[in-house]
């Protein structure tokens, strides 16, 4: 009888626990994204002798970008929608590699 009045508590504070790690990460209901309509997709390119970092290179590119053109809530590639990305042998043991995404904002109502 013991062991299971245990169980049961260490089930309840696991349940009590997982509860609350969900109320902190999950967005309220009323959360959402706006985002630029379907036609503003914008690119910005990177080039580096490495993939990954000509990729990072063109996503802070596209960020500046969609700061400098719709403000810093617009210039988050995490929230953009429609993210694309391609890169291409161009010479030089150079990788250039374009982004292309619809910038988005995260708005509460």
């Known amino acids: 009888m013991k062991n299971f009045a245990k169980t049961i508590t260490f089930t309840a504070v696991g349940?009590?626990?997982l509860a609350a790690v969900s109320l902190f990460t999950?967005?309220?209901?009323?959360?959402?994204y706006a985002c630029k309509n379907s036609h503003s997709y914008e690119s910005a390119a990177g080039v580096n002798p490495n993939a990954a970092t000509a990729v990072k290179i063109a996503q802070a590119s596209w960020q500046s970008k969609m700061k400098s053109q719709y403000g810093l809530p617009w210039s988050l590639?995490?929230?953009a929608k429609g993210k694309q990305t391609s890169c291409v042998n161009s010479g030089g043991n150079q990788k250039t590699c374009i982004v292309r995404?619809?910038?988005?904002k995260y708005v509460t109502g």
Do not use: L, N, Y
Not at 26 to 31: E, G, M, N
Not at 101 to 104: H, L, N, T
């Open 15 to 17: 349940a009590i626990s």
């Open 26 to 32: 999950a967005a309220p209901a009323s959360a959402a």
């Open 77 to 79: 590639w995490s929230v």
């Open 101 to 104: 995404a619809r910038p988005c």
